[in-house]
């Protein structure tokens, strides 16, 4: 797939999330039950979320082999913390950005393509970058996902 790759100023945005340090080897077994957890928690709280979608904010790798990572969804505002969720936003920041469109499995390309992208350009990254999940079409069960890398 031939990814567009384009600079973006981001709006903050409020995020009801679960934060984790895991290994890379570890996070696809574990995104799934962080998520679960959230949506339990929106469940709970009607008007917290209206239209968000799900995301996951990743920090610069620790070691190169851990993560520290931020999995939730889009609200509406902030909130108290209840346990393991807690209120979070993602960055308002200058950053380059791609759409995916397909299986998670494959998201990586869209984020070695920005990676590629701002090498090419000679554009520094910060390490900290997010995934914004749209949409499953009721066809395909495919959806678009908007891969954000912050710009130094």
């Not at 709006?11 to 959230?38: G, H, M, Q, S, Y």
């Not at 008007?47 to 799900?54: I, Q, V």
């Not at 350009?121 to 891969?147: N, S």
Request: one cysteine or more.
């Amino acid at each position: 797939m031939a990814y567009e790759v384009t600079i973006e100023r981001t709006a903050e945005c409020p995020t009801a999330v679960v934060k984790a340090n895991t290994t890379w080897r570890e996070f696809p077994a574990l995104w799934r039950t962080i998520l679960d957890e959230v949506w339990a928690f929106l469940r709970a709280r009607p008007g917290l979320r209206t239209e968000g979608h799900n995301v996951m904010l990743y920090r610069s790798g620790i070691r190169g082999v851990e993560v520290a990572v931020e999995v939730g969804v889009q609200v509406t505002d902030s909130f108290e913390a209840a346990g393991r969720i807690v209120p979070s936003r993602l960055p308002a920041a200058e950053a380059a950005t791609t759409v995916h469109t397909g299986t998670p499995a494959e998201i990586g390309a869209a984020h070695d393509a920005v990676r590629a992208w701002c090498s090419a350009q000679r554009r520094k990254l910060t390490g900290v970058r997010w995934e914004i999940y749209g949409d499953p079409d009721p066809q395909t069960g495919h959806f678009d996902v908007a891969v954000y890398w912050e710009l130094a």
